[in-house]
Nanobody, 123 residues
């Protein structure tokens, strides 16, 4: 099992930027991919972005394309989500997830999940 710890959430003004981090601990991550999902109150969990651990292929949800960037540091077992030009509708709890096997990265078929970090976009 992989333990995931998110950090970097908080309050940000519309149009601002925020960077989330997710550190995988327990053992060196050697799985297939890591991703970010979010869930706003009263809404279903939504795919945000994913990155394959080998190769670094990236995938994005339509609502964040061109504004968010996912990256990883394999030496640090950490994945990042750079959020730019944020909007009030980006307000949600953001969850990091790890897939230890081949999965459809845009689905929720990940093996391990973090506890989430709150992001609030408000003036």
């Amino acid at each position: 099992q992989v333990q995931l710890v998110e950090s970097g959430g908080g309050l940000v003004q519309p149009g601002g930027s925020l960077r989330l981090s997710c550190a995988a601990s327990g053992r060196t991550f050697s799985g297939y991919a890591m991703g970010w999902f979010r869930q706003a109150p009263g809404k279903e969990r939504e795919f945000v972005a994913a990155i394959t651990w080998i190769g670094g292929w990236t995938y994005y949800g339509d609502s964040v394309k061109g504004r968010f960037t996912i990256s990883r540091d394999t030496a640090k077992n950490t994945v990042y989500l750079q959020m730019n030009s944020v909007k009030p509708e980006d307000t949600a709890v953001y969850y990091c997830a790890a897939a230890r096997r081949l999965v459809k990265v845009t689905s929720s078929e990940y093996d391990d999940w973090g506890q989430g970090t709150q992001v609030t976009v408000s003036s």
